[in-house]
């Protein structure tokens, strides 16, 4: 007997504030007669973060900023089997959307209602684990994408530039540092690194920070400098409430993960590490991703 295809879906817990507390996003789907909360299946070449924002708008008309992951979901369809990841977010834009096949409400419930009215049992526990977190500040780790061969260039390392895989990489990153709502950059000064950065500087409209100290020649032997560099950069964006991202080299990378208290973990090329933390600074969550490109 074949075994059934996974279908990878993916939807976000969407809350805002409200009078009585907070509330969730919850939809309505005409063909199942049931409320829910917004999901969907990714698309081909797809990251998971980029579905989720995708999907949410597509049904609710809500633009988002994802946070914390919460735990997936896996249950059986005719075709196969969903795996459902989940993503808490809140609301940063909004545009009009007419009912249609789909979705034909879409209404903002307190918990209490939906403990209620929620269909699926399995939607509730989303909401109350998403209830259940405390605010979080996300700080994203990047490694530069593909750049060419050392042997291959003959000028300063420093000014090696990405290869064409490494440029659509550095696209298709924009996406999902969008899906993040990443409001400030800092990238060590080499080419590589502003390289993968700047499509995203440049379509979110925010300041790009560059900084030597982070670069491979300086980086790499100074433990204690990117740590003052990382340190500094990730303190002033939990202050402000703002998500953020570092772009660094594989060699300083171990430095970086020392500075935000991750485990060795050694990252592909255009791989992120999202990092959640709390109030205080303190790390609760991580997970990471890689452009399909």
Not at 149 to 164: E, H, I, K, M, Y
Not at 235 to 251: D, K, M, N, Q, S
Request: include cysteine.
């Amino acid at each position: 007997m074949a075994k059934k295809a996974i279908i990878p879906t993916s939807g976000a817990v969407v809350l805002r504030p409200g009078p009585d507390g907070p509330e969730v996003a919850v939809v309505h789907r005409p063909r199942y007669d049931d409320w829910s909360l917004p999901k969907g299946k990714e698309l081909p070449g797809e990251s998971g973060v980029v579905a989720a924002v995708r999907e949410v708008r597509e049904e609710t008309g809500l633009d988002i900023r994802l946070d914390c992951r919460l735990d997936s979901q896996r249950y059986r369809v005719p075709a196969g089997e969903k795996l459902v990841s989940w993503w808490r977010a809140g609301v940063v834009g909004e545009h009009e959307r007419r009912p249609d096949d789909e979705v034909d409400k879409v209404r903002w419930w307190d918990l209490h209602r939906a403990r209620r009215r929620l269909t699926r049992r399995d939607d509730v526990r989303r909401v109350e684990q998403a209830l259940a977190l405390p605010p979080t500040t996300t700080v994203v780790l990047v490694r530069h994408a593909k750049a060419m061969q050392r042997s291959n260039w003959t000028l300063v390392d420093a000014t090696r530039p990405l290869t064409g895989r490494g440029r659509q990489q550095a696209q298709d990153l924009v996406p999902m540092l969008a899906a993040f709502g990443v409001r400030r950059v800092l990238s060590s000064s080499s080419t590589r690194c502003v390289s993968t950065v700047r499509p995203y500087v440049e379509a979110a409209g925010v300041e790009l920070l560059t900084s030597s100290r982070l670069s491979e020649e300086e980086g790499s032997e100074d433990a204690d400098g990117v740590a003052q560099v990382v340190e500094e950069f990730v303190a002033a964006a939990v202050a402000a409430g703002e998500p953020a991202a570092l772009c660094g080299h594989r060699p300083v990378i171990p430095h970086m993960q020392d500075a935000l208290g991750l485990p060795h973990r050694g990252l592909a090329t255009a791989e992120m590490v999202v990092l959640h933390l709390g109030p205080d600074g303190e790390p609760l969550a991580q997970e990471r991703h890689r452009p399909r490109s």
